[in-house]
């Protein structure tokens, strides 16, 4: 069973025992409110720390220091889950039983994430400017680079837009102009106040027992200021819509497929919500290749070249996301939310629901086949505090029925919708 310990105010590990890798990983996150003025920041802030330490000034001796360490690696990593920033070091590193008889890898590896984090290399006192410099280049190309997956780029883009009310709707890595508004001077002074108030969750899953585990984070982390810890919400949830109609934004680009995306709220069953049952309702409605989206929009109809769903049961938020020939767009936005009230007045057969169950239990279990899926699944629970295991979701996915779908079907609430095509009026987005 996994372990929480507290280490120190507002810093949280949470050990997860598996056996099953050769590897074991080790991660460092700090939880800031999303927020316009610091998203870019945030996101930039990892990058420029991982460039080097006081001990390893460049890349090329910290990438000669993780050799000698048997190949680990530390890469920085910027996500968000509800109106939650998180950013930090993910780190995979040799299991001891895959080691040389004596060596031991885990402590080296924490020590580095905790120079990584705190004893950053520096000119005259400052974060390093050409490090900072080169950074801001990288990030403003990572943001415009969302551009090119069309279909990430919708999802992002209604979001964007059907929260633009709710922090959520703020993306992980801010803005080019924001990204290019950050100096060295700013982003040292930032950090330092970052560094006593931020909210710290380090997650660590292998096979080393956890009092070994916090031993060594106590002890890289043993320099980290502590002030008053910020608290905030972890997700504002939305019941209803902020307005009485539907909100609809139409886009055109230089793209050649159409995009149709589809935001709802879940509406009153996040009262009391049923994550369980809103996997197996997402799974029936357009999560899996059993579910009503994509059997009839798709295949019967042929009404789109895909159709899928997926729900935030963080947020409240369910997208629908699908690639439609202009032509085609009413006809195919008709047809989805026919499907939806199919669900809504109980027509789930026993296959669809078996299929769906079927399906959801085998994501859940299929993330824990790797040592990234088994630490972003425990990484989110200890942000959320939703505290089920996955077997424990696996044994309530089980047990929902067919009414409990059709519950959370009625709950849905259609808020906004965008359309991407082309700028000549033709096909949409690839």
């Not at 696996?394 to 259609?414: F, H, M, Q």
């Amino acid at each position: 069973m996994p372990e929480k310990i507290q280490l120190l105010p507002g810093v949280t590990l949470t050990c997860v025992p598996t056996g099953k890798f050769k590897t074991s990983c080790l991660s460092l996150n700090l939880i800031a409110q999303l927020s316009a003025d610091t998203a870019a920041w945030n996101a930039l802030l990892p990058r420029v720390l991982r460039r080097g330490t006081t001990r390893y000034e460049n890349m090329d001796q910290l990438s000669a220091a993780l050799d000698e360490l048997y190949g680990a690696a530390i890469t920085p990593v910027v996500r968000k889950i509800g109106e939650c920033q998180c950013f930090g070091f993910y780190s995979e590193f040799a299991d001891d039983d895959f080691l040389p008889a004596g060596e031991r890898v885990l402590e080296k590896v924490a020590d580095l994430l905790g120079e990584l984090l705190l004893s950053p290399a520096t000119r005259g006192g400052l974060l390093n400017r050409e490090y900072v410099e080169s950074e801001k280049k990288n990030l403003i190309d990572d943001i415009r680079a969302q551009l090119n997956d069309k279909t990430t780029y919708c999802v992002n883009r209604l979001t964007s837009l059907m929260c633009q009310s709710e922090r959520y709707g703020i993306d992980k890595y801010g803005t080019e102009k924001a990204v290019e508004s950050i100096s060295p001077i700013k982003l040292t002074k930032y950090y330092h106040e970052l560094l006593e108030t931020v909210r710290i969750e380090i997650v660590y899953c292998g096979a080393a027992r956890p009092e070994r585990v916090r031993g060594a984070m106590e002890r890289a982390l043993a320099p980290l200021p502590r002030g008053a810890v910020s608290t905030f919400p972890v997700a504002d949830v939305r019941i209803f819509p902020q307005e009485e109609t539907v909100r609809e934004f139409h886009e055109e680009l230089d793209v050649n497929q159409g995009k149709l995306t589809m935001g709802f709220r879940m509406g009153p069953c996040m009262y009391t919500p049923n994550y369980a049952g809103m996997l197996v309702f997402n799974a029936v409605f357009g999560g899996d290749v059993t579910s009503k989206l994509f059997l009839n929009v798709r295949e019967r109809l042929s009404l789109c070249y895909y159709a899928s769903s997926a729900v935030n049961r963080t947020k409240g938020i369910l997208l629908v996301y699908s690639g439609v020939e202009p032509a085609k767009f009413q006809q195919a936005y008709d047809e989805i939310l026919a499907q939806l009230e199919a669900i809504r007045a109980g027509e789930i057969s026993q296959w669809e629901l078996t299929s769906a169950k079927r399906g959801t239990v085998n994501a859940i279990l299929l993330s824990l086949d790797s040592l990234g899926g088994l630490e972003a699944r425990y990484f989110e629970s200890a942000v959320t505090d939703m505290l089920l295991t996955p077997e424990e979701l696996c044994g309530l996915v089980d047990a929902v029925t067919a009414e409990d779908v059709s519950a959370i079907a009625k709950s849905v609430v259609l808020d906004a919708v965008h359309y991407l095509r082309g700028k000549d009026g033709g096909e949409l987005a690839t």
